[in-house]
């Protein structure tokens, strides 16, 4: 258990994190100070999705899908992170991936307008043939 002081610092870096996600060239800053915070605080949901959409920020979109990963994992019904995966893994070409992601979203109820934003750019990047009936993405074919 962690003690009540210690809340209150991890908290204390927290609310110094958040606002240098806002400014340019200190977003490196706020991604060292949330991620000190998620090591000691593993369980501390709001800043591992803070420490992802840092890592977005920074450009780093395979350490932001393991930190909305974490998020997931302890909160599956976190929206702003199944949408952060959804993104993620959209842009990094693994579209049943992102669109799994997606409909999670919006069974946490995450705005549907960018969710139909989202689902219409996948529509532009795979063709229906590539579909099941469902909407997830037929395997590509790999003979290695």
Known sequence: MISRRM????RSLYEQALPLMKEPGTVPEAVEKLKLIVKV?????????ALGYAHFLNGELDEAIIAWN??????????????????????????EASRR???????????????????????????????????????AFDPV
């Open 7 to 10: 809340w209150g610092n991890i």
């Open 41 to 49: 605080q593993p369980g501390f949901h709001e800043a591992t999705y």
């Open 70 to 95: 974490m998020t997931v994992e302890a909160d599956p019904g976190n929206s702003k992170a199944n949408f952060g995966l959804a993104f993620g893994h959209m842009k990094n070409g693994d579209y």
């Open 101 to 139: 992601y997606g409909r999670k979203a919006r069974e946490g109820g995450y705005p549907e307008e960018k969710l139909r934003k989202l689902f219409e750019e996948l529509d532009s990047l795979t063709s229906p043939e590539d579909m099941y009936e469902d909407g997830t993405i037929l395997p």
